[in-house]
């Protein structure tokens, strides 16, 4: 009996040597499958991950790309307001390559710009369109600097008035809108960098050297702008319609009815008349647009004649209207003084001093409040419109 038991615990020992031997494989196999399909999880799983750095890393180069594109149009916007060189093709290093091309330029007034941009095997495009801000808001009657304004004799200004001067008002005068004063200085809606331009624009057309007089009831038209180096004298009835800016180096002188008007084509759009020395309106003469409302004739001058307060009313001035003189303007004088008596009347008077006397009268006409030119310089442009393609 022993002897078997003996033998039995021999068996049974051996017999738990082979079953530790089994679970171990065991063990072993199931930590394989395990690791193997802790692996395929994480394989898996990693695909979309790596597709999403992929896309990302993708819609940051294609970001970049629109955004070089866009910087190119910055650019050609700098070059336009500041008066620089505009290549027809330009070429910059911004991130990647980057280049735009004007590839159509109607006029002065509009510009089509294609950007072009290329990063990392991407390309964008964008095209924009660069229109002038041709528009000046005059929301005034009348705009005065430190001269101020001296209103006499049943003289009326029906309209709103700004002045950073005095203002003196006798024997029933009498402004019919709201008076603003101001010790501030403030900038006025029109500046000499405005009237240079306007100076450049009428010096690119037709020029006549010499004075230019036009009488006996002549009908007188321009082809575009003209610059007059001399005097330009209209008398008799005569008739000078305008297809563009003028520039006249000298003085201007209108009398005995004589007119200048603007053709019919400018619309509800203005021009200008620039003057190096005075303007002088007499004897029923008329200023006038195309006929349409807002359509208005802007004439100005930098010249510093007339009075510089309200104690003077004596002395020659920038600009004078005189005998039921009619000039359907803006009468443009920063630095000099603006005299309207016997009746004469304006739509409106930008000046460093205004005297008015005699039943003078400026109706300003809220048509003008903003001002568009069909083809006057403009000293500011804008992106109105932008698509990618």
Sequence with gaps: MKMFNSKFKKEKTGMGRYSNRESGQVVLIAVILTLAVSVLILFG???????????AGDYLSS?????????????????????????????????????????AQWDANDKQVTSNSDYRGFTRKIQAMFTANRTIIFDFGVWLSNGGVRMENSSRIDGNVFTMGTVLQLNSSSIGGILSTSTTP????????????????????KVVNGNLTITNSTATTTTAALKVVGNLTITNSSVLTLNGPVYVTGN???????????????????????????????NSTFFGGSGQ?????????????????????????????????EANAILVAPHGAVYLSNSAETKSVLANYLYMSNSAQIQYDPNIVNTSFKSSTSTSWSISSLKEI
């Design 252 to 282: 201007l002188v209108l009398d005995n009815s004589a007119v200048i008007q603007l053709s019919p084509s400018y619309a509800e759009k203005s021009e200008t008349v620039v003057v190096d020395g005075t303007i002088n309106l007499g």
């Design 186 to 205: 403030v900038n006025l809606p029109m500046s000499d960098n405005d009237i240079n331009n306007w100076k450049a624009q009428g010096s690119s057309g």
């Design 293 to 325: 409302p807002g359509s208005t004739i802007i004439l100005a001058t930098q010249n510093t004649n007339g009075c510089a307060n309200t104690s003077c009313t004596g002395g020659t001035p920038a600009i004078k209207l005189t005998n039921s003189a």
């Design 45 to 55: 799983l990693s695909l979309p991950v790596a597709d999403q750095i992929r896309s």
């Design 63 to 103: 970001k970049q790309t629109l955004v070089n594109s866009e910087s190119l149009n910055g650019e050609v916007l700098y070059r336009l307001n500041n008066n620089k060189t505009i290549p027809s093709v330009l070429n910059m290093s911004i991130v990647g390559d980057a280049s735009y091309s004007i590839i």
